[in-house]
Every structure is written in C-alpha cells, then in structure tokens.
C-alpha cells in the first residue's frame, strides 16, 4: 500500500456526476498542493485540477473548468474531486498526486511537477 489511494471511480452517464476522493498516509500532507490528472493509454498525463495546502486556492484545466470542483479536507488526509456533467471525454484513469513545488498551485498543471502517485481509479462515461 502506497501513500496515495484514489477511490470512487466507475461509470456514469453523459450529463451525470462523480466524486472522487484521494486518501493520503505517512506524508506530511498539508506540505503539499495535491493535483488530479487524467490519461488515456497511450496519451500524456493531462493536468484536471490542484488545490493549494488550505484548500483556498485552485487550478483546473481547461477542460473540466466550470463542471469539476477540487478541495480537500485537511482533518482526513483527503483530496476530493467532484465531477459534474461528465462527457464522454472525461473517460480516463484519473490521478492523484503531490506537489513537488511546495503548498501552492501554479498556473500551469504540469505532471513533471507531481510525484507520489496512487494506482488511479478508473472513470467511463457513457454516451
């Protein structure tokens, strides 16, 4: 068991909502933003979100901005991701992992710029 776990993936129809949650241990977890990504086989990591230590502030993608919300309850080592009207591009396995650059975002989601990442949890969205 690794320090990251993802959890809360599965199928849901176009139009439908999902919440994920990213669990956390033996990792001093409010040092770090924590990021969601998402890949395809066969494609590059592609950067969905990241909230900052206190959960204040947020990066998303262009391609989920204004239908995922990301935040994060310190209390339980927990990062959420909730996604709404999901499209069938949103299929992926979806990732969670930290910030190597420190307790806040950047503008920019760069996977290089994450490690400790979980196995994923996998999202199919029907049309």
């Known amino acids: 068991q690794g320090p990251v776990v993802e959890s809360g993936g599965g199928s849901a129809p176009a139009g439908g909502s999902l919440t994920l949650s990213c669990t956390v241990s033996g990792l001093a977890f409010t040092s770090y933003a924590m990021g969601w990504f998402r890949q395809v086989s066969g494609d590059e990591r592609e950067g969905v979100a990241c909230?900052?230590?206190?959960?204040?502030?947020?990066t998303y993608g262009d391609a989920v901005k204004g239908r995922f919300t990301v935040s994060r309850d310190n209390a339980k080592n927990t990062v959420y991701l909730q996604m709404n009207d999901l499209k069938p591009g949103d299929t992926a396995m979806y990732y969670c992992?930290?910030?190597?650059?420190?307790?806040?975002?950047?503008?920019?989601?760069?996977?290089?710029?994450?490690?400790?990442w979980g196995p994923g949890t996998q999202v199919t969205v029907s049309s």
């Open positions: 992992g930290t910030s190597k650059i420190g307790r806040y975002c950047s503008e920019f989601l760069r996977h290089w710029e994450y490690g400790n």
């Open positions: 909230v900052s230590w206190g959960g204040e502030y947020t």
